[in-house]
T-cell receptor, first 116, second 115 residues
Framework: GAGVSQSPSNKVTEKGKDVELRCDPI?????LYWYRQSLGQGLEFLIY????????KSGLPSDRFSAERTGGSVSTLTIQRTQQEDSAVYLC??????????????FGPGTRLTVL | DQQVKQNSPSLSVQEGRISILNCDYT??????FLWYKKYPAEGPTFLIS?????DKNEDGRFTVFLNKSAKHLSLHIVPSQPGDSAVYFC??????????????FGKGTLLTVNP
């Protein structure tokens, strides 16, 4: 079966431009997470979606970052006025809503964002 | 404040020997722990997990040990194979309301298994 997919796989942009990163979760997975991994760091939580709503946005680093999810499926992470410190690998994960901590999150391959 | 720590950035072992990867955590609210494996240019892949009510979980060549009193867990790989060479991330989960079980990750350990 298809796993989590993300696009683009690589994105190079100039400082100050806006970028959109896309995540297509596993079919039927209602929970979706965005993380990012900066150079030499672990994965850092950004935002959590349950269905189309985002009850936890506590990891978004600034108001330049926003995300939405439509139809309980595809999610888009938007970064406005990109800065060099936004350069990182952005990872999306999805899981079924079983309501248990033992539910496994399945990750996509990530989008490597480079801000020049 | 790093809540999940992997103090060894890298580890090198010979094929056939045991690999031991360590992880420490500080948040006593964590109740579920996972290990993910990551190859270059790929997303992390779930490897093995353990609930806080257990102290050991085994899956083939992989065993995870949890010492709650020490807030320490370890991943043992026996025997190690060259294909195990990857970055291993320790992650911990705590209930955050609703159905939110966001993961907190360590920085990873690069394991190299030499033939």
């Amino acid at each position: 079966g298809a796993g989590v997919s993300q696009s683009p796989s690589n994105k190079v942009t100039e400082k100050g431009k806006d970028v959109e990163l896309r995540c297509d979760p596993i079919s039927g997975h209602t929970a979706l997470y965005w993380y990012r991994q900066s150079l030499g760091q672990g994965l850092e939580f950004l935002i959590y979606f349950q269905g189309n709503s985002a009850p936890d946005k506590s990891g978004l680093p600034s108001d330049r970052f926003s995300a939405e999810r439509t139809g309980g499926s595809v999610s888009t992470l938007t970064i406005q006025r990109t800065q060099q410190e936004d350069s990182a690998v952005y990872l999306c994960a999805s899981r079924t809503r079983q309501g248990a901590s033992t539910d496994t999150q399945y990750f996509g391959p990530g989008t490597r964002l480079t801000v020049l | 404040d790093q809540q999940v720590k992997q103090n060894s950035p890298s580890l090198s072992v010979q094929e056939g020997r045991i690999s031991i990867l360590n992880c420490d955590y500080t948040n006593s609210m964590f109740d579920y722990f996972l290990w993910y494996k990551k190859y270059p240019a790929e997303g992390p892949t779930f490897l093995i997990s353990i609930s806080s009510i257990k102290d050991k979980n085994e899956d083939g060549r992989f065993t995870v040990f949890l010492n709650k009193s020490a807030k320490h867990l370890s991943l043992h790989i026996v025997p190690s194979q060259p294909g195990d060479s990857a970055v291993y991330f320790c992650a911990a989960s705590a209930y955050s309301g609703g159905s939110n079980y966001k993961l907190t990750f360590g920085k990873g350990t690069l394991l190299t298994v030499n033939p």
